[in-house]
């Protein structure tokens, strides 16, 4: 017998019509929130999700699901929490409304909490972790009248935290400078952030979600994507990360954190990441992943 909250979606429409709205969280918030978004489907879609730090997602109307290799429970997911993702994560709806925000790798530590290592590629039920039920604060932002309105209630939300909770400690601070700065070797990420080797695998799984070589690994697709993904009609090879031995380095990488080639990535239509990204452009959010900047000490 068949899971009665196992959604179910209709075909893809090559008919479905996108609307994405994207907007920057106050500066307070910038080292930790990375944008606000609002997507809006007319009917079915399927699309994908590139590896991120964490997320928070509202299922406004219609049915959303996102499923990650290697994790689905299958349940619906009105008020969701997304774990730091170290691979693509597929998306299906059958049209309507969802709106959330993304995190940055500090933001999950300074807003969730440790043991990012637990919940990487998962995707589980929001509960109370913003200090308030998530289904009671969904309600709220279904009957807000705009996404703006969304966006002071989640601000409001997410300053009333960063009042109550600690502030991030320096060692995974350290950490996060030194990943900026993407080392080369293990030996190297730890120097830069200063601690021993055995400790920034500690901190790398508890804070970041995973073992220091995936991160630096995760990080260097990650630049290479975010130059890749904006460089129309740019030479493939002319955007690799130097670090990429040749193109066949990347193709490796590029199979394993996105699970296609990039062949099959460029061909496949992309209906909600076309929409994000048009609105991301227009309101100032970078297409890039690289991280954003650190909070002031």
């Given at each position: 017998?068949?899971d009665?909250?196992?959604?179910?979606?209709?075909?893809?429409?090559?008919?479905?019509?996108?609307?994405?709205?994207?907007?920057l969280?106050?500066?307070?918030?910038?080292?930790?929130?990375?944008?606000?978004?609002s997507?809006?489907?007319s009917?079915?879609?399927?699309?994908?999700?590139?590896?991120?730090?964490?997320?928070v997602?509202?299922?406004i109307?219609g049915?959303?699901?996102?499923?990650?290799?290697?994790?689905?429970?299958?349940?619906?997911?009105?008020a969701v929490?997304?774990?730091?993702t170290?691979r693509h994560g597929?998306?299906?709806?059958?049209?309507?409304?969802?709106?959330?925000?993304?995190?940055s790798?500090?933001?999950?530590?300074?807003?969730?909490g440790?043991?990012?290592?637990?919940m990487?590629?998962?995707?589980?039920?929001?509960?109370d972790r913003l200090g308030?039920?998530?289904?009671a604060l969904?309600?709220?932002?279904?009957?807000d009248?705009?996404?703006a309105?969304s966006?002071a209630?989640?601000?409001?939300?997410?300053l009333?935290?960063?009042?109550?909770?600690?502030p991030?400690?320096?060692?995974?601070?350290a950490?996060?400078?030194a990943?900026?700065?993407?080392?080369a070797t293990?030996?190297?990420?730890?120097?830069g952030?200063g601690?021993s080797?055995?400790?920034?695998?500690?901190?790398?799984?508890?804070a970041?979600?995973f073992?220091?070589?995936r991160?630096?690994?995760?990080?260097?697709?990650l630049?290479?994507?975010?130059r890749?993904?904006?460089?129309?009609?740019?030479?493939l090879?002319?955007?690799?990360?130097p670090?990429?031995?040749d193109q066949?380095?990347?193709?490796?990488?590029?199979?394993?954190f996105l699970?296609?080639t990039p062949?099959?990535?460029?061909?496949?239509?992309?209906?909600?990441?076309?929409?994000?990204?048009e609105?991301?452009?227009?309101?100032?959010?970078?297409?890039?992943?690289?991280?954003?900047?650190?909070?002031?000490?």
């Amino acid at each position: 017998m068949s899971d009665p909250s196992t959604p179910t979606f209709a075909d893809p429409s090559a008919d479905c019509t996108v609307t994405a709205d994207f907007t920057l969280p106050q500066e307070r918030l910038l080292p930790y929130v990375t944008f606000f978004y609002s997507i809006e489907a007319s009917g079915p879609l399927s699309d994908f999700l590139y590896p991120e730090w964490g997320a928070v997602r509202f299922m406004i109307s219609g049915n959303w699901h996102v499923s990650n290799p290697g994790f689905d429970d299958g349940g619906r997911q009105d008020a969701v929490l997304f774990g730091p993702t170290d691979r693509h994560g597929r998306i299906l709806a059958d049209g309507g409304k969802t709106v959330g925000f993304s995190l940055s790798a500090i933001g999950w530590h300074r807003l969730i909490g440790n043991a990012a290592g637990r919940m990487a590629n998962r995707v589980v039920p929001l509960a109370d972790r913003l200090g308030m039920e998530g289904m009671a604060l969904r309600a709220q932002i279904q009957a807000d009248r705009c996404f703006a309105d969304s966006v002071a209630r989640f601000e409001q939300l997410l300053l009333g935290l960063l009042d109550r909770r600690p502030p991030v400690g320096e060692t995974v601070l350290a950490v996060d400078r030194a990943l900026r700065d993407r080392p080369a070797t293990t030996a190297e990420f730890a120097a830069g952030a200063g601690v021993s080797e055995r400790t920034l695998h500690r901190i790398c799984v508890d804070a970041f979600g995973f073992p220091p070589k995936r991160l630096m690994r995760r990080q260097r697709f990650l630049d290479t994507m975010g130059r890749v993904r904006t460089a129309v009609g740019e030479a493939l090879g002319e955007a690799l990360d130097p670090a990429y031995f040749d193109q066949s380095h990347f193709y490796r990488d590029f199979r394993d954190f996105l699970g296609m080639t990039p062949r099959a990535y460029f061909g496949a239509p992309r209906p909600l990441m076309a929409a994000a990204a048009e609105a991301q452009t227009k309101a100032g959010v970078t297409l890039s992943f690289k991280l954003p900047p650190p909070p002031e000490a």
